[in-house]
């Protein structure tokens, strides 16, 4: 993941400390470099205190980000005291990337006129003003928090994860391997309105890949091998292990071609009636790496991994809602044929067929399914969405993955995720219409996710 940069502003309102604002500096790029992360900050000479009070202060703070324009991917607006909004509009109109609002705490026996800093009233004037004239900002609570507090690492994670969002999504490429499939209606999408939302799709038709599976470059198929190797035990004939290689570097070259951030595949049943391959294992491989890989040509579901991906800044995968967990409402049994990241899984898993397809197509048709155990007693960010109207629609919440048990006979990879509103979850995807599939992640990040997709992106977003 490339390293995220945070563009500085500290803001000022005249008659308080000028000290104040040179502590502010220090402490927050100590607090920036702590979490991991870069930043750039204007020359202190350039203004007084090196801080933005006056719209001439703003408009010299603008032309910072200009010249700087591709460098940063959010601002941090630090206010150590009340702080002008004035500047601020003039400064941070055309910012175009994610603001993070953060102000100082006022401490008992800091409250005379030489130390009072204001910033909470500060605050409360700057946000209504970035709103009255259109610019979107984060907030985060608790509402006053000073830089060195280890809450506000927490606070830069947050914007972080919302920052890498915005970055990816606000232009965004797909690809789409084959058309959707003929039974499948449920994965339909509108391409127009992905599109307005800055979602570009790129189709590519199978018979093309086929084509190009014949001529992909030998030493590119001997590292997919070795790379998919680790990721599992693979016991059949060496030319299965070859064919599903040579789809993995086809991936590849149209991923580095096209500049792809997500695929959805259609997974079935070309490949089983043509190679007798299932393609689980790329798709595997794929997440591992941070490319937000959809089964079944879910391009919605790609969308959504996409963004959990990079909240959590971890590997996603795609899963059924599958089954009830027996009389236990608060459960349900998540379930795909095998195509986990390794990361996301309790070590290596083992090469199978898909039982579905050798039971329809015969012995042999759909080797490349990943079986083994997904990670157990994890928290995970999950969501799914749609398209409908023109725009987007999406939930979000964190669940737990239990450590619950499923029959040994279970095909594929299993695992059960609690949730305190399970039952209504089920319940708001049927009545809403929503896929059976359901992306996750470790960790919990979904009000990061809501945050970007709901206030930058435009997305309408369901929360559980």
């Not at 984060?138 to 994860?161: C, M, N, R, S, Y």
């Not at 965004?172 to 799709?201: C, P, W, Y």
């Not at 199978?206 to 190009?212: G, N």
């Amino acid at each position: 993941m490339t390293k995220l940069t945070f563009a500085l502003f500290f803001g000022n309102r005249g008659f308080f400390p000028g000290e104040l604002i040179a502590d502010a500096r220090r402490e927050l790029i100590q607090a920036v470099e702590k979490a991991g992360y870069g930043y750039i900050a204007m020359d202190e000479k350039l203004t007084r205190f090196g801080a933005v009070e006056t719209r001439e202060e703003g408009r010299k703070y603008a032309a910072f980000l200009r010249e700087h324009a591709g460098q940063f991917q959010g601002v941090i607006l630090c206010m150590p005291n009340f702080s002008d909004e004035n500047g601020a509009q003039a400064a941070l109109s055309e910012a175009g990337v994610p603001i993070l609002v953060q102000a100082y705490r006022d401490m008992p026996g800091k409250m005379d006129f030489a130390h009072r800093r204001d910033s909470m009233c500060g605050k409360f004037a700057m946000c209504n003003v970035l709103r009255q004239c259109g610019i979107k900002y984060t907030i985060i609570p608790p509402f006053t928090v000073d830089p060195g507090e280890e809450v506000f690492q927490e606070h830069l994670q947050k914007f972080a994860g919302i920052c890498r969002i915005v970055k990816t999504m606000r232009r965004m490429n797909l690809g789409s391997f084959g058309a959707r499939t003929t039974a499948f209606k449920t994965v339909r999408v509108d391409e127009i309105g992905l599109q307005r939302h800055g979602i570009n799709i790129e189709s590519f038709d199978l018979s093309q890949i086929f084509r190009l599976m014949k001529e992909a470059d030998s030493g590119r198929i001997e590292a997919k091998k070795k790379k998919l190797l680790e990721t599992t035990q693979f016991n059949y004939e060496a030319a299965k292990l070859d064919t599903i290689s040579r789809l993995g570097v086809v991936i590849d070259n149209y991923i580095e071609e096209y500049q792809l951030d997500a695929v959805a595949i259609r997974c079935w049943d070309e490949l089983e009636l043509s190679f007798g391959v299932a393609p689980c294992l790329l798709l595997g491989e794929l997440n591992e790496r941070g490319i937000a890989a959809g089964c079944e040509v879910d391009i919605a579901n790609a969308i959504i991994m996409k963004a959990i991906s990079l909240a959590g800044d971890s590997a996603p995968m795609l899963l059924d809602i599958n089954n009830n967990f027996g009389l236990d409402d608060n459960k349900s049994i998540l379930f795909h044929c095998g195509p986990v990241p390794i990361s996301l899984m309790e070590g290596k898993g083992i090469t199978e067929e898909h039982l579905m397809f050798r039971k329809s197509l015969g012995a042999g048709s759909g080797v490349g399914i990943n079986h083994g155990q997904i990670r157990q007693n994890l928290p995970v960010t999950f969501g799914s969405a749609k398209t409908e109207d023109g725009k987007i629609w999406a939930f979000l919440g964190e669940g737990y993955l239990t450590g619950d048990a499923i029959e040994e006979g279970f095909f594929g990879c299993g695992v059960v995720m609690e949730h305190p509103r399970m039952g209504e979850i089920v319940d708001y995807v049927g009545k809403e219409g929503y896929r059976h599939h359901l992306s996750l992640t470790a960790g919990k990040t979904a009000w990061a996710v809501r945050e970007a997709l709901e206030k930058y992106l435009g997305y309408e977003i369901h929360s559980f």
